[in-house]
């Protein structure tokens, strides 16, 4: 299994809302990623977990919460989001953590394209 | 701020041709990476080259890298239809993190 999958494809949500972002691989990659796109941007990271450990929050907004429950899943929990957070979010993984070189070749799901309302 | 710049913003040529993307970076990397994106989906991991090497193929696709320069190219030969998609450059530094560069749109005509 050579997939990172990410559930809902589309979510639809008010500012008001909590919902999630779900991300599971199996390929026993040992880091994870969130990334946030913009359309017509290229990917900007939010968070990485390096062995079921946040190793890297890029100061982003505690309306997202990030969670990683074992080293297949990755979640982002959503909680009273702006419209400006509307974007394609994407999920990664890698082999291993940080300081390994070429380690870190990215495995990218689909995404996940939030709309706020 | 985002480690690379790439040139061009926007790249149209009719199939057969070759289409080169340039991209830039600041910082010390340790390898160099070009993903491709089509509209609306994940990016897909196209070559990696690390910061010891000068040049790397693999099938239609030769990427250059002058660390002197601080600069990468991507050259796709024979270019189809189907590789109409964005490009993106990415550095990775010793901290595991993976920046991404403003990528190049590329639009191949039948």
């Known amino acids: 299994d050579t997939e990172v999958t990410q559930t809902p494809k589309h979510l639809v949500m008010g500012m008001t809302n909590k919902k999630s972002l779900k991300c599971e691989q199996h390929?026993?990659?040992?880091?994870m990623y969130w990334y946030k796109q913009k359309a017509k941007k290229p990917p900007e990271l939010m968070f990485v977990?390096?062995?079921?450990?946040?190793?890297i929050n890029e100061s982003v907004p505690s309306r997202f919460s990030p969670e990683c429950p074992n080293s297949s899943l990755l979640n982002l929990h959503l909680h009273a989001l702006q419209p400006e957070d509307s974007a394609l979010y994407l999920c990664?993984?890698?082999?291993?953590?940080?300081?390994?070189?070429?380690?870190?070749?990215?495995?990218f799901g689909a995404g996940s394209r939030l709309t706020v309302l | 701020s985002q480690q690379g710049e790439e040139d061009p913003q926007a790249l149209s040529i009719q199939e057969g041709e070759n289409a080169t993307m340039n991209c830039s970076y600041k910082t010390s990397i340790n390898n160099l990476q070009w993903y491709r994106q089509n509209s609306g989906r994940g990016l897909v991991h196209l070559i990696l080259?690390?910061?010891?090497?000068r040049e790397k193929h693999s099938g239609r696709l030769r990427v250059t890298l002058d660390t002197s320069k601080k600069s990468s190219s991507l050259l796709i030969t024979a270019s189809r239809a189907a590789d109409t998609a964005s490009y993106f450059c990415a550095t990775a530094n010793q901290g595991g993190k993976l920046i991404f560069g403003q990528g190049t749109e590329l639009s191949v005509k039948p």
């Open positions: 390929m026993g990659h040992r880091a």
């Open positions: 977990y390096s062995y079921e450990k946040l190793s």
């Open positions: 990664a993984s890698s082999q291993g953590g940080r300081g390994r070189t070429g380690a870190n070749v990215l495995t």
């Open positions: 080259i690390r910061s010891n090497e």
